[in-house]
C-alpha cells in the first residue's frame, strides 16, 4: 500500500520569502505524486504530478516540485511567496495498474506574513 | 466546462434526520469519488465509483452511509439516520481513468454539513 506523510501542518512564510512544503512517500512500485491546493470554502485543485518523465516538476502559479527516489522525497518549493499563496496543500500518490485509489497526506496550511 | 457541481452547499440538519448529498461529475470523466473532510481526520475517500459501479467501499464509516450512481451524470451520498459525528464538508471529485494511474481528480467545492 502506497503513503505520504507531510511534515508540518502549518507553515508561516513572510513574502517574497522561499517557501518549502514537506512530502515523503511510501510506495512497493513506482508511484505517481501530486500536489493539491485547496483554498478557504473550495475543493483542491491540482498544482502539479509527476508521472516519471522528468524528475523536477514545474506547476502553476510558480510551484515546482523534485522528485527524489533515494529520499523518497517530492518536496514542493515556490522561490517568492506571494500573499496569494495562502492555503492548505496537499501530497497524494497513486500507482499505475487496477484501481486507481489516490491517497492523500494530511495537509499543510501555508500562512504568508506581509 | 463547469466543473464538478455539488449541492448543496451547506446542510444543517438535527440528529436522526436524513440527509442527501448530490454531486453532478464532469461530462465524461468515468470515476467518481466522494470524500470526507474534518479537521480531526483530514482527507478520507469514503467511495469510489467506475463506469457507476461501486469498487471500493471501504471508507464508508457505517450502515448509516450509502451511495448510489444511478448514471454517469449523477451520484448521491445519503446519511440516515445523521449523526452529529457526520459533520464535516463533504466532496465529490470526478476523473477520466485510463487505468495509468496519474489521472488527476476534479474536486467540488463541497457540502459542509452540520448536524445538531
Known amino acids: 500500500a502506497q503513503s505520504v506523510t507531510q511534515l508540518g501542518s502549518h507553515v508561516s512564510v513572510s513574502e517574497g520569502a522561499l517557501v518549502l512544503l514537506r512530502c515523503n512517500y511510501s510506495?512497493?512500485?513506482?508511484?505517481?505524486l501530486f500536489w493539491y491546493v485547496q483554498y478557504p470554502n473550495q475543493g483542491l485543485q491540482l498544482l502539479l504530478k509527476?508521472?516519471?518523465?522528468?524528475?523536477l516538476v514545474k506547476g502553476i502559479n510558480g510551484f515546482e516540485a523534485e522528485f527524489k527516489k533515494s529520499e523518497t522525497s517530492f518536496h514542493l518549493t515556490k522561490p517568492s511567496a506571494h500573499m496569494s499563496d495562502a492555503a492548505e496543500y496537499f501530497c497524494?500518490?497513486?500507482?499505475?495498474?487496477?484501481?486507481?485509489?489516490?491517497?492523500f497526506g494530511t495537509g499543510t496550511k501555508l500562512q504568508v506574513i506581509p | 466546462d463547469a466543473g464538478v457541481i455539488q449541492s448543496p452547499r451547506h446542510e444543517v440538519t438535527e440528529m436522526g434526520q436524513e440527509v442527501t448529498l448530490r454531486c453532478k461529475p464532469i461530462?465524461?470523466?468515468?470515476?467518481l469519488f466522494w470524500y470526507r473532510q474534518t479537521m480531526m481526520r483530514g482527507l478520507e475517500l469514503l467511495i469510489y465509483?467506475?463506469?457507476?459501479?461501486?469498487?471500493?467501499d471501504s471508507g464508508m464509516p457505517e450502515d448509516r452511509f450509502s451511495a448510489k450512481m444511478p448514471n454517469a451524470s449523477f451520484s448521491t451520498l445519503k446519511i440516515q439516520p445523521s449523526e452529529p459525528r457526520d459533520s464535516a464538508v463533504y466532496f465529490c471529485?470526478?476523473?477520466?481513468?485510463?487505468?495509468?494511474?496519474?489521472?488527476?481528480?476534479?474536486f467540488g467545492n463541497g457540502t459542509r454539513l452540520t448536524v445538531t
Open positions: 471529485a470526478s476523473s477520466l481513468a485510463l487505468g495509468q494511474g496519474h489521472t488527476v481528480l476534479h
Open positions: 510506495s512497493s512500485v513506482p508511484p505517481y
Open positions: 509527476y508521472t516519471s518523465a522528468a524528475t
Open positions: 497524494a500518490v497513486s500507482v499505475s495498474g487496477g484501481y486507481q485509489k489516490v491517497t
Open positions: 461530462s465524461g470523466h468515468n470515476s
Open positions: 465509483f467506475n463506469n457507476n459501479v461501486p469498487i471500493d
